[in-house]
């Protein structure tokens, strides 16, 4: 398996690297619910990696009801504590 997160790089090495890897390839870096769906509709992905898990826990059930997505608080990053890690809201049942 090969994980490949582009940002703002010139050159796309998915193209370049994919048809060489026998393995899974996963992609990720700034994917969207539409973008991560069309890379693995067209098989250019067998995986994709999503960063809105942190502030959005419930993820799959929000791109299943096309619900807005709450925004991460980048102020808690990497900070001691639970704050910004389990305390983000997560949508009704």
Known sequence: SLHVALF????DY????????????IIGGGL????????????KADAVVLA????NPDLPERFRRNAPLNEP?????????????IDYPTLAA
């Open 14 to 25: 998915h193209e370049l690297l994919r048809p060489r890897l026998a393995g899974s390839y």
């Open 52 to 55: 809105g898990f942190l502030a």
């Open 32 to 43: 969207t619910q539409a973008s991560a769906e069309e890379l693995l509709r067209e098989g």
């Open 73 to 85: 608080d980048r102020s808690t990053f990497y900070a001691p504590g639970a704050k910004g890690y």
């Open 8 to 11: 703002g790089a010139t050159v």
